[in-house]
């Protein structure tokens, strides 16, 4: 079975920097594409950024590129994201994610295609 293991949440003042892992375990991590979806208060969960498998490739939603960086290390069976400049805006539940199926030249940022999901994780922005 999949388990997805999210950590490194927290309070953060606006332009601080908070670094995510969410660790894989119950299959082969490094086959799968990985990705981070945040949800906040009263809104629809959304897609925050996505690595394929090898990690050569990356998408980013428009709000968080050039601030976030996800990267994965296959040896640990673990994902980061590192936020950096963070904005009150960003403030949300963050979940990793991972697709049930395995994707060659793919990568998806539909949720509807993720089907492992974290626990979440809690990240604080203040003003």
């Known amino acids: 079975q999949v388990q997805l293991v999210e950590s490194g949440g927290g309070l953060v003042q606006a332009g601080g920097s908070l670094r995510l892992s969410c660790t894989a375990s119950g299959r082969t991590f490094s086959m799968y594409a990985m990705a981070w979806f945040r949800q906040a208060p009263g809104k629809e969960r959304e897609f925050v950024t996505a690595i394929s498998r090898s990690g050569r490739t990356t998408y980013y939603a428009d709000s968080v590129k050039g601030r976030f960086t996800i990267s994965r290390d296959n040896a640990k069976n673990t994902v980061y994201l590192q936020m950096n400049s963070l904005k009150p805006e960003d403030a949300a539940v963050y979940y990793c994610?991972?697709?049930?199926?395995?994707?060659?030249?793919?990568?998806?940022?539909?949720?509807?295609?993720?089907?492992?999901w974290g626990q979440g994780t809690q990240v604080t922005v203040s003003s």
């Open positions: 994610a991972t697709p049930r199926a395995y994707y060659a030249n793919y990568l998806p940022r539909d949720q509807n295609e993720y089907t492992y």
